[in-house]
């Protein structure tokens, strides 16, 4: 990350007052690298409005209503993610994926009485996402480090991003969620498509259990137990690439 970076995000979102605006637009104009790195920030924006208005048209809305409380006020948006300023996007969206997430995981676990394994929750929130989903965000080294960091140490892993770097994917985000009180850490990554591909490390206290693997639905899953950590992998994927992934995974995690 730039020391250039805060001002340069402050200009994108109209936040500068004019003397540092002009001081900085000033520099712009002589300073090639630094263009760049402003028309990266600035066509970021937009990819990623699109996103997180996508991820709201698949919600199950309804559904997802149903669990909140009685007595909670419901709001009502204040409109579609296009016109929110670019600072606000990129400190929200784990946020909005997280916090969406966790009341679909809520939804599937058995809130309204279902009850279901750990990866039922995680394949029914799994197929919302699209190719759109996480393909805008791709963060530097330092980024990936301190989202790994602190999922690690919710989970009781240590993470890092070489430990975790799967051949033919790219590292997007990291986040928590929560299945019945038990720390669920999820790495998402992309491959050229854009298609998700998801790490899922549960502090679940489940005994040590070799590889196995799956299919539901649409998705392939391959998973195993160490430590009192469930690892699972899980995408649109064919099964035997889920499970060459998961065993490189095995070996370091």
Do not use: H
Request: aromatic residues 6%; charged residues 25%; proline residues 7%.
């Amino acid at each position: 990350m730039s020391d250039d970076d805060p001002e340069l995000v402050a200009l994108i979102d109209n936040e500068l007052d004019e003397s540092r605006r002009t001081a900085l637009l000033a520099r712009l104009a002589a300073d090639e690298p630094l263009r760049q790195r402003y028309e990266e920030f600035r066509q970021t924006g937009a990819p990623l409005a699109t996103s997180l208005d996508e991820l709201l048209t698949q919600a199950p809305l309804a559904r997802l209503r149903g669990v909140l409380p009685a007595d909670e006020p419901l709001r009502r948006p204040s409109g579609r993610f296009a016109g929110i300023a670019l600072r606000e996007l990129a400190a929200g969206i784990v946020g909005i994926l997280a916090g969406g997430a966790a009341a679909w995981v809520a939804l599937s676990l058995g809130l309204l009485g279902e009850r279901q394994d750990w990866r039922r929750a995680v394949v029914e929130y799994t197929n919302l996402y699209t190719n759109e989903t996480f393909s805008p965000l791709n963060p530097d080294a330092s980024l990936q480090t301190i989202e790994l960091n602190a999922l690690g140490a919710r989970v009781g892993v240590n993470l890092t991003p070489e430990s975790v770097a799967l051949p033919g994917l790219r590292f997007t985000v990291a986040f928590m969620l929560a299945y019945n009180g038990a720390p669920l850490g999820v790495v998402a990554y992309v491959d050229p498509s854009g298609e998700p591909v998801l790490l899922c490390i549960i502090a679940n206290d489940a005994p040590d259990a070799p590889m196995r693997s799956e299919r539901r639905d649409n998705l392939s899953l391959a998973w195993w137990s160490r430590g009192g950590r469930s690892r699972l992998v899980i995408g649109r994927i064919p099964e035997e690439r889920a499970v060459a992934l998961a065993q490189t995974l095995e070996k370091r995690i």
